[in-house]
């Protein structure tokens, strides 16, 4: 089992150097205008699928999530009460986070924001560069529009680089299963030589990049380690979980790139949509892992320790056991259990950690972020955040 572990996320990392690595090669002129770590304050966004504070925040459930009740609860300026008064689908809930607005259009993410992005402000607004806006997710709905809005004078020109890194995976997958048919379901070289094509042939359409355009070589040493990586993989056996693969695209991204601003989405606890308890709650055990190894990353890089202030937040709770939408597989329902969350905010803003108790909402994020950055945010329905500092 160690070493099937082990290869696994050797393989996730891999994955993620060659694909950042790809982005540098193709836009190297474009991150030239800045070396990585000379900006000023930086903020990370990390945003979870639903989860309950039965599971989490409460006497019975801080067993799930050591990191977050534990270490960086103490060294947090922690809001036990933010509350999601919009609709609690993911697209429309993390859209209301980003845009300081409460967001009403589909909730498969086929519509973009109706207001301006956190991005579109401040690159449009406050300068921030090309390069200094990021969001990476486990949740394909998001990555496809949120980067930008449909709003009058702003939109992708201003939008964020937006990355969904399983998109790789997937790919590979279904076309080795579409050229075989059912007798390649179980051909896990097939997989391993459709990822090979994917990367030898340089068309990254599809695979999430929605900002950027173009081809390019990619590295010879990048592309044999990932190919080493991949068969290792595949000849593994057992899940991979789509939120390791974003977390270690995300650090990928801040070592080559350091954004000012990185937006990073999870979505395994949404297992629970499958109405398989334990995934559910092994997906909340990775978030509370992965968020705190993102936090020793933030506090070990040389271009964000000490200049940084990461937000940690779930897009809302989930449905109480007994309701209607059975439970923790949902969160439709108009009830406390899936509208009332937390927040922790550590870093630069939280240097006085202390709890919080007066409520927040979910459209306060925003205008924090863009106070945070040095930026406006017009016409939002949130203000920034109370108990931190700016």
Not at 70 to 89: C, D, H, K, M, W
Not at 166 to 183: D, F, P
Request: one cysteine or more; glycine letters at 8%.
């Amino acid at each position: 089992m160690l070493t099937t572990d082990l290869s696994k996320r050797n393989f996730l990392k891999s994955a993620a150097m060659l694909a950042a690595s790809s982005l540098m090669a193709r836009h190297s002129r474009l991150f030239a205008e800045q070396a990585p770590g000379t900006a000023g304050h930086k903020v990370v966004v990390l945003i979870s699928g639903g989860v309950r504070r039965q599971e989490t925040f409460s006497a019975g459930g801080t067993v799930n999530i050591p990191h977050l009740s534990g270490t960086l609860l103490e060294q947090s300026v922690f809001y036990p009460n933010i509350r999601n008064a919009g609709i609690t689908s993911h697209f429309n809930s993390t859209s209301s986070i980003l845009t300081g607005n409460w967001q009403r259009v589909d909730a498969w993410g086929n519509l973009r924001p109706t207001t301006p992005t956190i991005f579109e402000f401040l690159r449009k607004d406050a300068g921030l560069a090309a390069r200094d806006a990021w969001l990476i997710s486990s949740n394909k709905a998001l990555s496809q529009l949120i980067g930008a809005s449909s709003a009058p004078d702003y939109g992708s020109a201003f939008g964020a680089n937006v990355i969904f890194p399983k998109q790789l995976l997937i790919n590979a997958v279904e076309t080795a299963i579409q050229q075989g048919r059912k007798r390649n379901l179980a051909d896990r070289q097939k997989v391993e030589d459709e990822i090979n094509n994917i990367l030898q042939g340089g068309n990254y359409e599809g695979l999430g990049w929605n900002v950027f355009d173009g081809t390019s070589e990619l590295d010879p040493r990048a592309r044999s380690t990932i190919l080493q990586a991949v068969s290792s993989l595949i000849h593994d056996s057992g899940p991979i979980t789509g939120d390791e693969f974003t977390y270690w695209m995300s650090v990928e991204i801040m070592r080559k790139f350091a954004p000012r601003l990185l937006v990073i989405s999870f979505s395994d606890v949404e297992a629970a949509h499958f109405g398989s308890y334990s995934l559910h709650l092994g997906g909340i055990r990775n978030f509370d892992r992965l968020a705190g190894q993102l936090w020793e990353e933030i506090k070990t890089n040389e271009a964000y320790r000490g200049r940084t202030t990461l937000l940690i937040l779930p897009e809302f709770g989930r449905d109480f056991d007994g309701s209607a939408t059975n439970g923790f597989f949902n969160h439709r329902s108009d009830s406390e259990s899936c509208r009332n969350t937390w927040m922790m905010c550590l870093g630069n803003a939280a240097k006085h950690p202390h709890v919080e108790q007066a409520q927040a909402l979910h459209v306060d994020v925003c205008p924090t972020i863009a106070a945070l950055l040095g930026g406006a945010s017009p016409h939002v329905q949130g203000t920034k955040l109370a108990g931190l500092e700016y």
